[in-house]
């Protein structure tokens, strides 16, 4: 870990960027703080699941957000990953249309970029058709909320019985997200910040009972995720963006109840871990808690 001492020195490499909101997103997603092309974490997970040794898993990875407008690199990979913010969209026009695609996509050219086109077009069409039906064919879980998040875990939820129903895949990674953390503005009125704490907890209630419903819950991992933690000294009205923070992760085979890393001996500025008023340095790597995760998946 970074010592106070070498933070305010330089005298050891700092992640780039640091404190820069697109950035740190970046690094907490691909796991790689010096890398800009880097593949998503659950990317290369899945990745090397498909690919490994004699025997590599099926595997398949779905991404479902509310917010299309912010992009997650988490999934990015070689393995092709699927966009549900709706659930799986079905083609519905396709038995009028499939006449007039067909012979469109027949056409051979000469360019790469139409081949490849072409190709990726008839995938696609195949994939949201399977996933479509997939879907319409699996029971909507009971017991989920009507917010963002509650809707979201809903729709893994409803993706992972379809998985255990078909057997189409080994291997599966997901990711939903929540926005609104921006706490700018928070120090004479969090209530919008509690809300939020609400509607995840409320959720992953939901979410697990509906794992245990289905046997499930011995099987699945819930990894929490963020760009950075807040200041502890407020600026103005609310908190800054900072660098250490806390996660959690949860699941059936977890050994919960724990806290993995140190709390910092003194939360002002005098103390060993805080820095530049309020922010602090982390002790414990985000790959550690990764490496972990991806060998309890097979890597």
């Not at 010592?3 to 005298?11: E, I, L, P």
């Not at 880097?38 to 957000?65: E, K």
């Not at 997901?174 to 704490?197: E, I, M, P, R």
């Not at 900072?242 to 806290?259: A, P």
Request: net charge neutral; charged share 20%.
């Amino acid at each position: 870990p970074v010592t106070k001492a070498q933070y305010y020195s330089k005298s050891v490499e700092l992640p780039p960027s640091l404190y820069s909101q697109d950035q740190q997103r970046r690094h907490v997603q691909t796991v790689d703080a010096t890398g800009t092309s880097a593949s998503g974490i659950l990317g290369r997970i899945l990745d090397s699941l498909s690919t490994q040794g004699q025997a590599p898993y099926r595997v398949g990875g779905y991404s479902i957000m509310q917010d299309m407008s912010v992009s997650s690199r988490m999934l990015d990979g070689t393995v092709h990953h699927d966009e549900l913010d709706q659930g799986p969209p079905a083609w519905y026009a396709s038995k009028q249309l499939a006449h007039y695609i067909a012979r469109m996509l027949s056409n051979r050219s000469q360019s790469m970029l139409a081949e490849t086109y072409g190709q990726a077009l008839t995938d696609m069409l195949q994939r949201s058709e399977e996933l479509g039906t997939t879907w319409a064919a699996t029971p909507k879980p009971a017991g989920f909320g009507s917010q963002s998040v509650s809707l979201q875990l809903e729709k893994v939820a409803r993706m992972i019985k379809a998985r255990g129903d078909d057997g189409r895949n080994e291997r599966e990674a997901y990711f939903v997200q929540v926005t609104g953390f921006d706490l700018h503005k928070c120090v004479n009125d969090c209530s919008a910040f509690k809300w939020l704490l609400t509607k995840i907890n409320t959720a992953l209630e939901s979410f697990v009972a509906e794992m245990q419903r289905q046997s499930l819950w011995d099987d699945v991992v819930v990894i929490s995720a963020s760009e950075f933690g807040r200041t502890l000294t407020p600026r103005r009205h609310g908190a800054d963006r900072g660098w250490g923070g806390h996660y959690f992760v949860l699941g059936g085979s977890v050994k919960g109840g724990r806290i993995h890393g140190q709390y910092p001996s003194e939360l002002t500025d005098a103390g060993a871990q805080i820095v530049d008023d309020g922010r602090v340095i982390p002790t414990t790597p985000w790959e550690g808690v990764w490496n972990a995760v991806a060998q309890w998946f097979g890597v």
